[in-house]
């Protein structure tokens, strides 16, 4: 990677044409990705063009080959499914089928091609690409078309963007289509525990995945289900009655219901089916347990896409046209791909290779080898879940000498309560005694400490805010009051869980240090705030349940205006100094502009801004959406942006205005949240046991150093403790936000799929990586996003 600033505006499309397909089984987030090529290609200057019903289009040519236009996209961002439409073709199988595709490209001189789908589709793309020079010799051969044209589009580039909602394809963390499907099968879950409470059931819920369990694991993580069936891991011999013990033991615990997930494609270790009517005729013969089954079906394809997935189509959406701008007739056709929350660029038939290598584990029975082939992601969600899954008992796990507080500080979050539940287990299975804290650093000082059981915590991952009740308090203060409740209830460890209230008081108890000895033990940070505003994660729990908040109000709102037309909205979001959720929510909503106090502006900018939408009224597209970060700025405040967008827009458009305030902290937790809260927290008290090990000696622990308090934060790619004293130097204390915020480089995506002329600095991408092939090894709970 190149250390000088490398920009797009050195990339031009002009003479070129760029066509996009939809292929295989339709996933939400495709319309983004197919919005965002034809936006950026037209921005670049290229020809864009639609090839309606995927490769069946290519094939037929005449109207399936349409050119785009920018408002041929305008209102799609939020449609799931594809509006160019996608088919299986069988045609496009046979050479003759290619032959004719070849044809109808070359007649539009189209020599870019930028494929949404799944492993099948791409690895057609990727045959087609191989036999292009032969397909053009055949074509000059029967005289459909002259040498010229043959030579002037000599060379095929392709780019494919993953459009699968069971996330089976190799290479990338997560596919186009997984989050919003996990979003539609959690709404079930959430539905359906409500009514199994009531009347003690158990539920047997069948979710998609053929040859893939991610769809059944992570959900399976994300609502504590008590059992799960995958095909990368078949149950062992004698599983019918370990689950029935299961179930029975979670009920003699007073649980009211049992959730099991199963994956279409579950097989048992003989590679014989396992259906969910099996596992309901299991436990209804074995148990006598009232037991339904609910098979989720299509409605998991269907829906509005979730913010996530609509930032990720628009991110690889844009890539793509980048990665064919670049591409030099020796480039490898490639996937955009993202991995933590880089977007990243892989040869397409080294992810092919590996996703059919991990179907082949499957088939000679080498499961473990198959887990690792999916990746670490699959990898650590499994070892998750297997760690918080099994009760443990105090018989089982008798108490280690050590006891860990958890609390949680700040604002509430969704998220948390996951975070608490992942926790709390894992410390009881790794020996601990754990003790709960109510309200903060205001109930620590009370004294409001109590321990907390493996059961106390089921059934939390789903609820919203936080349980153990949470406050701004911070514990300077009381700082007295607080050692003395440490010194009472002998603890030997500190989480918190929360925001920049959490980080401020992790700083201050490590000061405390000196006068107070109960404060030298190991202390985590787990970051959890709507504001995304910690410095040393890049993510916070509870951002993304708010950004799914954001996103789902304004399209409400850009609906109210389909039948006004020639309307504005100014909206005003949460996140204190931090504009993460007014830029990547603008991101995710198709928003004109978002104000931020993180980029300054002035008067000129409001009238640009104004006079942009007035030229867009002139449009078919007659609406507008401007967000407002709460603090941007003291002077322009929303009802000044509010009042100088209605004089500005007289007889043009009117104005409306929303401030949408605490339900951006409210709701249920997005399946996002609760499976980041359940992974952090997890590995935090792995963390916890191995420095109060480190620590321990003649009879006490004593931690007074540095590395002893730490933030455990997402960096990029891997998740990472860092000393809090160490990330002062980053913090601006004043404005509550880091020095430096890696979404920042999103902003300019969003000005240029608003139509904004602006610079966009490239220097992250552009590089072609290999995919790593893992080695066996012995994993701890390492997570990847």
């Known amino acids: 990677m190149s250390n000088t600033r490398k920009l797009f505006e050195n990339l031009s499309g002009a003479g070129k044409s760029i066509a996009v397909l939809t292929s295989g089984g339709d996933a939400q987030g ?53 509006v160019i439409g996608s088919a299986r073709c069988s045609d496009f199988r046979a050479r003759e089928g290619r032959v004719r595709a070849a044809f109808h490209l070359v007649s539009r001189g189209i020599t870019n091609l930028c494929v949404i789908g799944g492993d099948g589709s791409l ?94 694991l992570v959900s399976a993580l994300a609502c504590g289900a008590d059992w799960v069936f995958i095909p990368e ?115 397409l038939m080294e992810c092919v290779q590996m996703t059919q290598d991990v179907q082949k584990a499957m088939d000679e029975k080498r499961f473990d080898d198959a887990v690792r082939l999916r990746g670490r992601s699959f990898e650590n969600n499994l070892n998750t879940y297997k760690l918080l899954s099994h009760r443990k008992t105090d018989t089982e796990v008798p108490h280690g000498p050590f006891t860990v507080a958890v609390l949680n500080v700040g604002a509430p979050a969704a998220g948390m309560n996951a975070a608490v539940r992942s926790a709390v287990r894992v410390g009881i299975t790794e020996g601990h005694r754990m003790m709960a804290v109510q309200d903060g650093f205001e109930g620590f000082a009370k004294g409001q400490i109590k321990e907390i059981k493996w059961g106390d915590v089921g059934g939390w991952t789903g609820q919203g805010g936080s349980l153990l009740g949470t406050k701004r308090t911070l514990p300077a203060k009381h700082i007295d009051k607080i050692a003395e409740q440490m010194r009472i209830h002998r603890i030997n460890a500190l989480l918190v869980i929360g925001g920049f209230e959490a980080y401020l008081g992790l700083q201050e108890l490590l000061a405390a240090r000196d006068s107070y000895d109960p404060f030298c033990v190991p202390m985590v940070m787990v970051p959890s705030t709507v504001s995304n505003n910690i410095p040393g994660s890049d993510l916070c729990i509870g951002a993304d349940t708010a950004l799914n908040a954001i996103t789902g109000t304004c399209d409400r709102i850009k609906q109210s205006a389909s039948g006004t037309k020639r309307r504005v909205f100014i909206i005003e979001t949460m996140g204190g100094y931090c504009g993460y959720l007014a830029s990547v929510g603008g991101l995710a909503a198709g928003a004109d502009a978002a104000y931020i106090y993180e980029e300054p502006f002035d008067i000129r900018d409001l009238q640009i801004n104004v006079e942009h939408l007035r030229e867009k009224m002139k449009t078919s597209i007659q609406r507008g959406l401007v967000l407002r970060n709460e603090s941007c700025n003291e002077n322009y405040t929303t009802d000044f942006i509010y009042q100088l967008y209605s004089e500005e827009g007289k007889g043009v458009f009117d104005c409306r205005k929303n401030v949408l305030g605490h339900m951006q902290q409210g709701g249920a937790p997005s399946p996002f949240d609760r499976n980041f809260g359940t992974k952090i927290a997890a590995k935090a008290m792995q963390w916890i ?97």
Not at 51 to 74: F, L, P, R, T
Not at 164 to 174: L, Q, R
Not at 316 to 343: D, I, R
Not at 724 to 733: G, R
């Open 233 to 347: 891991m078949p149950p062992k011999d004698g599983w019918e009655e370990q689950m029935c013990q299961r179930l029975s033991e979670n009920r003699a615990d007073k649980k009211r219901l049992n959730i099991i997930i199963v994956a279409e494609g579950a097989i048992d270790s003989s590679n014989k089916p396992i259906s969910a009517e099996y596992v309901k005729d299991l436990v209804v013969n074995r148990l006598g347990y009232d037991t339904r089954v609910t098979i989720l079906g299509h409605v998991q394809r269907g829906g509005t896409p979730s913010a996530f997935d609509r930032i990720l189509a628009s991110r690889m959406g844009v890539e793509a046209v980048l990665a064919l701008l670049e591409a030099s007739p020796g480039t490898p056709a490639c996937v955009v791909s993202l991995c933590g929350n880089q977007a990243v660029r892989l040869p």
């Open 123 to 216: 690895t057609g793309a990727n045959l087609f690409r191989e036999e292009w020079s032969s397909l053009l010799q055949e074509l000059v051969q029967s005289g459909r078309i002259d040498q010229h044209s043959a030579d002037s589009n000599s060379v095929l580039h392709i780019v494919g963007m993953v459009g699968s909602i069971d996330n089976d394809f190799c290479g990338t963390d997560m596919t186009i289509g997984t989050d919003s499907a996990l979003h539609r099968i959690m709404e079930v879950v959430d539905a359906i525990m409500t009514t199994a409470q009531s009347h003690q059931r158990t539920f047997v819920l069948e979710v998609m995945g053929r040859h893939c369990g991610y769809l059944a």
């Open 689 to 785: 046991s191995r420095r109060l090990k480190d620590f321990y000696q003649e009879g006490r622990v004593f931690a007074n150093t540095e590395d002893s308090a730490c933030l455990l934060g997402m960096r990029r790619r891997a998740l990472v403790f860092q000393p809090v004293t160490q990330l002062k130097e980053e913090t601006d204390f004043v404005h509550r936000i880091p020095k430096e915020q890696w979404w920042l480089k999103l902003r300019p995506l969003m000005k240029i799929l608003a139509k904004y002329r602006t610079s966009y600095d490239i220097s992250d991408s552009g590089q072609l990586e290999h995919v790593t092939r893992p080695r066996a090894r012995d994993i701890e709970i390492a997570i990847t996003i």
């Open 30 to 82: 495709m319309n983004g990705a197919v919005r965002a090529v034809v936006r950026m290609g037209i921005y670049v200057g290229a020809k864009v063009y639609f090839i309606h019903e995927g490769y069946q289009g290519m094939v037929d040519g005449g109207d399936n080959i349409k050119e785009a236009n920018w408002e041929s996209v305008s209102s799609m961002l939020q449609v799931g499914g594809t």
